[in-house]
């Protein structure tokens, strides 16, 4: 399974756009790029995923290079509601297992 | 509503004593799961069911077992609980293999004197 590095904390202020960028340097080809969203005291909860380019929704963006060794998640205009812990996550197209690391504490400030 | 739910929600237990977590979904998923997350760490995976009849271990097995009693529920049991599985227990249902597909549930708040 590919590790996958991330920031271990942001900050940022209300209004502001956030990029998160996670690294995972050995990326297989049959592998997808999935984010999570946990709040305090919640189970995590899906974002977005992407294989390559970039894959945007009504949350978020997320923008895979050509390489895949990184991929960075936008949220647009974060609110203070946005504040919680992201997770990147690398998964196998043919693994039942979702793996996740520390991921990154994002705290918005008013 | 439709989702994964979760019982008890909160639970203490002493040291040796044992105990079933019991997590059912109603959005017919095929797959479940259940993860461990202590305080400050992300989850770790403990079982996971790909389908009914079938379970597999994860990254923490020890110390655990599951059962998939039908399609709907799977639970985790504790057979002697130690204060290192002090911790919060996610379970997560999923249709398909894939990433983006993970339902969870709110949580069992576990401590173990």
């Known amino acids: 399974l590919a590790k996958t590095t991330q920031p271990i904390s942001m900050d940022s202020y209300e209004g502001q756009e956030v990029n998160i960028t996670c690294s995972h340097n050995?990326?297989?080809?049959?592998?997808?790029i999935t984010w999570y969203q946990q709040f305090p005291s919640q189970g995590p909860r899906f974002i977005i995923q992407?294989?390559?380019t970039k894959v945007t929704n009504e949350v978020a963006s997320l923008f895979i290079p050509a390489d895949r060794k990184s991929s960075t998640l936008s949220l647009p205009r974060v609110s203070l509601s946005d504040t919680a812990v992201y997770y990147c996550l690398v998964w196998m197209d043919s693994s039942y297992k979702l793996i996740f690391g520390s991921g990154t504490r994002l705290l918005v400030r008013p | 509503n439709a989702g994964v739910t979760q019982t008890p929600k909160f639970q203490v237990l002493k040291t040796g004593q044992s105990m079933t977590l019991q997590c059912a979904q109603d959005m017919n998923h095929n797959s479940m799961y259940w993860y461990r997350q202590d305080p400050g760490m992300g989850l770790r995976l403990i079982y996971y069911s790909a389908s009914e009849g079938t379970t597999d271990k994860g990254e923490v097995p020890n110390g655990y077992n599951v059962s998939r009693l039908n399609k709907r529920e799977f639970s985790l049991r504790l057979e002697s609980a130690a204060p290192s599985q002090t911790s919060v227990y996610f379970c997560?249902?999923?249709?398909?293999?894939?990433?983006?597909?993970?339902?969870f549930g709110s949580g069992t708040r576990l401590t173990v004197v």
């Open positions: 992407g294989y390559k």
């Open positions: 050995n990326i297989a080809t049959n592998d997808y």
């Open positions: 997560a249902s999923s249709e398909l293999r894939g990433g983006d597909g993970y339902t």
